[in-house]
């Protein structure tokens, strides 16, 4: 076993532990912990079991797995700049509409 596959046992078990508790103090929806309880146990999978990887990359008609884990990770980073675009947005218009009434209430003094 290699210095890599020992970071990635090391990394996997502190994402999986790391999802059991935010989920235990119930601070994200069950998507997101479905996604870290994933990457958690893929690392662990995948750094144990390597062929497996490339087994999942050709289901898909890749000629590696790791290509796979690429696209994935993509698409994983795509819709968390979304979430975030999607909160920054809210919290703008919270803004806007706590500043209105502010406005307003001042102008009726």
């Known amino acids: 076993m290699n ?3 020992i970071f990635f046992i090391i990394s996997g078990l502190i994402i ?9 103090r119930e601070r994200f929806n069950a998507l997101h912990f479905l ?5 958690g ?9 390597p062929n497996s990887l490339n087994l999942l990359g050709q289901l898909f008609g890749l000629q590696r797995g790791a290509d796979l884990l690429v696209y994935a990770s993509i698409i ?5 700049v979304l979430l975030l675009l999607r ?3 809210n919290t703008r218009e ?16």
Not at 16 to 24: G, M, P, S, T
Not at 76 to 80: M, P, S
């Open 3 to 5: 210095l890599l596959q």
């Open 16 to 24: 999986f532990l790391v999802a059991l508790d935010i989920a235990k």
């Open 35 to 39: 996604v870290f309880l994933g990457v």
């Open 41 to 49: 146990s893929g690392l662990l999978v995948f750094t144990v079991f």
């Open 76 to 80: 994983f980073l795509f819709y968390f």
């Open 87 to 89: 909160k920054v947005e």
């Open 94 to 109: 919270e803004v806007t509409r706590l500043i209105r009434e502010i406005a307003l209430s001042n102008a009726k003094k």
